[in-house]
């Protein structure tokens, strides 16, 4: 990545505070999936990757669930680029995306089963979604 600092001290003080872990996306998952009375591990550490976790995961079962922020993983739909620094922001970014697609061909290629979403999907269709999943996954 280039050397590029911030654009300002106020930029970098903001980014920093952005929670990588238990985002309200993330909390709202998990409060159903654990009134549905499944029982999961939270930020579990991906096998063979240092300083990569799983947001959710069932390591007996090997699923792997990911809840993206929009910014910080280039949603499609709502993605932005910042125009300060934006060599350097395209760059964090895009390499933020690879990293994605090698954890989870990573994850897949151990057997495990890998769900990504995205943090403007309603929480109770990405419950279900894993619910479902999880449910087939016990049955064989």
Known sequence: MSDAAPSSPDVSARMSRQPSRDTGPEMA??????RAGLRYRVNVPVPGMPRRTIDIAWRGAKIAV??????WHGCPEHATRPKANAEWWRTKL???MARDRETSAHLEAAGWTVLRFWEH???ATIANTVRIVRQNTRRR
């Open 29 to 34: 998952v998990r409060r159903l999936l654990h």
């Open 66 to 71: 990911f809840l993206d922020g929009c910014f």
């Open 94 to 96: 895009e390499r933020n």
């Open 121 to 123: 999907e309603e929480a």
